[in-house]
């Protein structure tokens, strides 16, 4: 695709870096990117998907705009309470970017569309926020053969990765099974800081524009993870998983399904993956052969020590897990309890059965052992 003289205009800051240049502006403007969402995450993807000239962006939603919207998705102003997210979308960003198609979709997403949609794009970039959306979209986009830029926010939290590229894993290979139905509460519930999916959603669409251009080293096989509150990022390497069922060497699921039976939602009580710091001393003091793994930093250990627990930090697990009995029964430990989630997530999708402590050792200290130190 030929570019016009007000094109090169607008994009001649990317056109004096040599990773991009014409021939990577023309690759952005040929390109088809497919964003789920007109939320939180897929605000800031799509505006600067646009600003960076990506030909044809896709949006799917079926939402309108909400007062409780505005604290963080900057797609949508004052004057679009009420109205629908995609239309919101499709004026902000064309006044944004004119050379740009925006395609909507108003639709929910789901197992009878999800696979004829995404096949009609280059990639897709993941603004869902909920399991078995996130679900959904991976499968399609692996059985569509298209990669998925996944990202997702709680509070002051945030992930990004990229699943689904040749040869990389899938988001199933890191989590195998959605958590429990009402474990992790929505943003609704626990909250988001305002600037969160800012960040993350940027980061997504920096991987999306990296992946169009063949440059840089993508998230393929890592895990990025954001604290904003302590402004520091991790990475966790995660590997395709041979076995996976979506991704692996022999596939058991080659057609969509129905993701939110997939999840659980709408069914009975949730199957507890945690376990309360009194039942676990409980069980302790019954003299139960348990796995305590603490995936804290070693900073934080030296602060408050975990009784007769293993030190494996939360960004070594995935390498670690040879250090495990598979036989015993595990429970994962951290500071308040967020950390030790995902690692009981991870530590169930490799086969173990395990458990995470409810509050972490904040809990432990105040119903357990009142001499340990907070912090």
């Not at 919101?88 to 198609?101: C, D, F, M, W």
């Amino acid at each position: 695709m030929s570019l016009a003289t007000p094109e090169l205009i607008r994009y001649a800051r990317h056109l004096t870096l040599p990773e991009v240049g014409v021939a990577g502006q023309e690759r952005l403007a040929s390109a088809r990117i497919l964003v789920v969402g007109a939320g939180g995450l897929g605000s800031p993807a799509a505006l600067y998907l646009a600003a960076a000239g990506v030909g044809t962006i896709g949006i799917v939603d079926f939402d309108r705009v909400d007062p409780t919207n505005l604290q963080r998705q900057i797609l949508h102003d004052t004057d679009a309470v009420g109205q629908s997210k995609l239309e919101s979308a499709r004026q902000r960003l064309t006044r944004l970017n004119p050379h740009v198609e925006v395609v909507t979709h108003a639709m929910r997403l789901d197992s009878g569309n999800a696979l004829a949609l995404i096949a009609g794009y280059d990639l897709v970039l993941d603004g869902s926020d909920n399991f078995p959306t996130r679900y959904l979209v991976n499968d399609a986009a692996v059985l569509a053969g298209k990669p998925s830029i996944y990202g997702s926010i709680f509070r002051f939290q945030g992930q990004v990765s990229v699943f689904g590229a040749p040869g990389g894993p899938c988001y199933r290979c890191l989590f195998s099974e959605p958590p429990p139905p009402g474990l992790v509460p929505s943003c609704a519930e626990g909250g988001v800081l305002g600037v969160l999916p800012g960040v993350i959603g940027t980061l997504q669409a920096t991987e999306a524009i990296k992946l169009v251009l063949g440059i840089g080293e993508p998230l393929i096989g890592r895990l990025l993870l954001y604290d904003a509150l302590a402004a520091r990022t991790r990475e966790i390497a995660v590997r395709r998983d041979p076995a996976c069922a979506v991704c692996g060497d022999h596939p058991t699921v080659t057609s969509l399904i129905d993701y939110e039976a997939f999840c659980g939602v709408g069914r009975g009580e949730p199957r507890s993956v945690e376990i309360a710091a009194r039942e676990l001393a409980a069980l302790r003091e019954a003299g139960a052969t348990l796995q305590l793994v603490d995936v804290r930093e070693p900073w934080e250990i030296e602060i408050a020590r975990f009784p007769d627990a293993k030190a494996i930090p939360f960004g070594e697990l995935p390498a670690r897990l040879g250090e495990l009995d598979p036989t015993r029964d595990v429970v994962t430990v951290c500071h308040r309890g967020q950390r030790s989630l995902v690692a009981q997530q991870l530590l169930a999708g490799a086969g173990f059965t395990a458990r995470s402590l409810a509050g972490g050792i904040d809990a432990w200290a105040a119903d357990v052992d009142p001499t340990l130190p907070r912090y």
